[in-house]
């Protein structure tokens, strides 16, 4: 059966679990604040994700996706408020400065790019690729915490809420592509949907550890 016929539903369902998603950051926001500190947590997957969020919006707006435009603006002002936040609770302030550099410096070599490059099928092409390559990136971030967490055996550090929503909408946005026939929208969230899979599959195999290593110290107790 075709995914055609349901390529409204599909694109209305990707569009809910990516709200979802991009306000998941408030409930990790919501613990830095409340825990006076981001520990060790890292401040990479929102940079990476306003990156992403800006170079969707780019390619929404030359291949006049309302759909793409309209989630990426909001997703524009989300990460830029999670970063605000992240940075007034993190100790490593200067990490997360230099990453804000990295960041205007990436999007204002898009921006000129975009004004002078005259082909614009070419345009789409490579600003879809340079998407796509941040979107994976995206949804790899939270894997910096990953050797941590296997060599501590302690899955505190893993973002859960955003994993399990990036999950998700990958999924979702992966279903869409297939509607599209679009590969930068389709290939790229297949890769972020195993990843986030490994990352939740990690995420339960240490804390089932974690719990069965507390019964067995109840029980010696």
Known sequence: MSLLRYQNFISKSACCATMCQLFSGCLLCRKYVKQGSTKNDSSFPYVVGF?????????????????????????????????????????FKTVVRKQLIFTLLIIGSL??????????????????????????????????????????KDADSLPVPMITMTAIVTFLWYLYG???GDTFILYPNLIGFIFSSFQLLLYFIYIKSEKHSSYAKMTVA
């Open 111 to 152: 921006l000129i790019y975009i004004h002078y490059e005259t082909d614009q099928n070419v345009l789409k092409s490579r600003v879809g690729f340079m998407g796509s390559m941040v979107g994976i990136s995206f949804c790899a971030a939270p894997l910096c915490n990953v050797l941590q967490v296997i060599r501590t």
């Open 51 to 91: 990156i992403s969020s800006s170079l969707w919006m780019c390619y929404g707006i030359l291949t006049e996706n309302e759909t793409l435009i309209l989630m990426n603006i909001i997703g524009c002002t989300l990460f830029l408020s999670y970063i605000t936040v992240f940075y007034l609770y993190t100790s």
């Open 178 to 180: 297939v509607c599209l």
